[in-house]
């Protein structure tokens, strides 16, 4: 369901000339994709794990707001003990799931290399995340230098293009989930994500045409 929101986050956001957002949203569904697949590889174990992985963002969380409570007591209206009580309760039943079935591989590179789709990693996802991710030896995607000297932003090299192969890759993924996952479960925007692919294909070859 949140790949078919992001998919029609990305279709809208293309047809108003928004490449950017529909890159960063298409990106999205290619990392869904990819944690989709590595669990169902061995969904008994990794199932577990994907559910536990928010846990160590609670513990960070409760550890950030204990510091911040030693330094200014006023700041934050929450007990001490409280937060404590949280630490410990949390620390438990990572340890506790990390016994039981491991802990969850949060580096996607990985996740990819396991099942086999470190091509889908290598390039849309990397080429996208340059978009998301910049650096300065990236600087030159998105600034140039006039004649006069002076400094021009622009957009990402290739983003208008970029956008409709983005969209392809997105559709073509959420395609794989929705053909496979229908069959299990009764989901509500099969029809509605349907009507968005037409609508998509008939957009991009109007808008070819048009060029």
């Known amino acids: ?117 470190e091509n889908l990693y290598n390039m849309p996802y990397r080429l996208l995340s340059t978009i998301i991710h910049p650096d300065a030896l990236q600087s030159d995607n998105y600034f140039t230098e006039e004649n006069d000297g002076t400094v021009k932003i622009c957009p990402f090299r290739d983003m208008a293009e970029n956008s409709i192969r983005s969209l392809q890759t997105g559709f073509w993924l959420a395609n794989e989930m929705f053909s496979q996952l229908a069959g299990i479960f009764d989901l509500p925007n099969q029809d509605q994500y349907e009507v968005l692919i037409r609508r998509t294909v008939n957009h991009v070859r109007s808008k070819a045409n048009s060029t």
């Open 1 to 117: 369901m949140t790949c078919f929101q992001n998919l029609r986050g990305a279709f809208r956001a293309f047809r108003k000339g928004d490449d950017y957002i529909s890159n960063i949203l298409c990106r999205n569904v290619i990392e869904y994709y990819i944690t989709w697949k590595y669990i169902d590889k061995d969904p008994e174990t990794r199932i577990p794990q994907f559910v536990d992985a928010p846990l160590r963002g609670q513990l960070r969380f409760s550890e950030t707001v204990e510091g911040i409570i030693e330094e200014e007591p006023d700041l934050i209206d929450v007990e001490p003990v409280r937060i404590k009580e949280r630490k410990t309760e949390l620390i438990g039943q990572i340890d506790a799931g990390i016994e039981s079935h491991g802990a969850w591989n949060k580096i996607i590179e990985q996740r990819a290399i396991d099942v086999g789709l």
